[in-house]
């Protein structure tokens, strides 16, 4: 404890491939039973099938896009203690380019999700017809194209700097990445904005938010550390990286997992109240669906599970450097974001009150697992730690005051 | 623990006031020879009135020396909590109570409203706390301490490392404790006085 030695050089770098088949061989098995499932439920209630599907997809694609924010603010601060676990944010970052093949059947369900997707619905609404020139099918796909497009090119940009430092240790590599970082912050933030706005708000096209973009992401960077701290703990009970993320680094995790739950709240909190004073009906309505029947229920029990008791939970120190206390909390936070996208999504559907379906349970392991699948491919192409980040023998020595 | 030690700001000015034996101070090399010797003091040998100064934060040397966790977290949420029901208190009597007036066809009373103030009084209670809590804990302001005394106590803030060991530790023995930091690697030591 007095010298700190670093420990993490006794860990391999290297994934081994006896693992990484075993673990791709579970990711598949996962796959192909939920998405098998999740195809029989268009067969069987089709609306059904789309907004279950498209809760899933956002749900999964905001873990990815926390990842690369994760990743940007990690380099603007100059960040050393994440450089132990960076290669996974970085590989979550980089599966972000399939998302485009899980947006084809949102796009295809257009019809059935999207209420301004009508021409003859538009005819009647003066509305939506003002608002023709932004939501319309045409533009909305190509949006979807210009949204990846942003988030392609940053985590690559990150993904491919730090895969080279791996090689020549260049600093310049690193420094390349801040660049990469700070334009990315601004226009990755813009594109999850519109992307919430286009795939979750529009669902009710008469109501806005300006604040729904950045609510939506921080949900996703909440769910984002959850998965991180998941991946990592899963890799530790393998016997990966044991010494390299330690309790410290934990610890650290745990923090992030506390103050983005209290963003979240703060956010979403925020676009409340404004609606709640102004009490304006175009803008309360969409408050009001959700105080429908059960789904007031499911309002004050997100109010509970999102906020309240993660925040008694995580506050102490023991919970956050207790992996066991802390893996709890990260499911149980993943499982609260989620009921969130649902209750964003669903009251389109069931107006009445909370109805959840099978297809809620298989849509978000076949999204998670079809995102698994390339990270895990894509994980074993480089060492799962940056070996060639001049950062790392800090990181290794990351100890908390 | 008085904020102002009137006793000792009184010894400074008196030039009569009997001197009395107080601790032994040593200083180390680096930082890294302070903290074995911390380590041996307090896990070895048993000193448990140990304290460290250095120029910068030392990893570690809370546990080498034994210092435990501040309680300062606990009495932050305590007042913190304090200030939040403060905020519902204020403006539930004063809005709904004292002086009820109906205003844009709100309620006199709800927590959409109350909770920004619920937030802000919560952060504001909780921030005062942990300053002053963290100087009260620490003794400070504190014009005098014992320690200064030591020749190169100034050196603490620039390239010393003292490790300061208190007369009212049980195993305290003012020439022992002395040749026991020497052999501990120690470049001095020396006894002080209050």
Redesign the interface.
Known sequence: ????PHHGETDSFELDAGLWAKVRNIILFCFLISATATAAGYFLDAKQFFHSYLAAFMWGTRILLGALFFLMAGYLAGAAWNVTFRRFSETMAMTIPYGLILFIPVALGIHELYHWSHPEAVAHDKVLQGKAAWLNTNFFILRAGIYFAVWTFFAWGIYRNSTAMDQDKDIRHMHSSSRFAAPGMLLVFLATSFAAFDWLMSLDPHWFSTMYGIYIYAGGGLASMCALVLISLAFRRAGVLKNSITEEHYHDLGKWMFAITVFWTYVS?SQ??LY??A?IPEETIWFKHRFVGSWLHVSKWLVFAHFVFPLFFL?T?KTKRNLGTLAFMAVWLLVADYLDIHWNVMPTLHPKGFAPHWLDVTAPVAVASFYGFFFWNRLKNHAIVPVGDVRLHQALAH?N? | MALLEMDGLKRIFDPNAPKELWGVVAEFEDE?AL??AG?AMHHKHGYTKLDALTPF?V??ME??IGIP?SIL?YIV?CIGLTGTITAVLLQWWTGAVDYPLVIA??PLFAF??A??IMFELSVLFSAFTCVFGMLALNGLPKFFHPAMQFPKFARATDDGFLLVVEKSDPKFSAVETRQLLMSLGATSAEIVED
């Open positions: 404890m007095a010298a700190h909190f409340y109240m709640w004073y009490n506050i120190r100890h005051l | 890294q903290l074995n380590e934060p990893h570690g546990a080498a966790r977290g949420i066809g709100k959409e409203f909770m920004p």
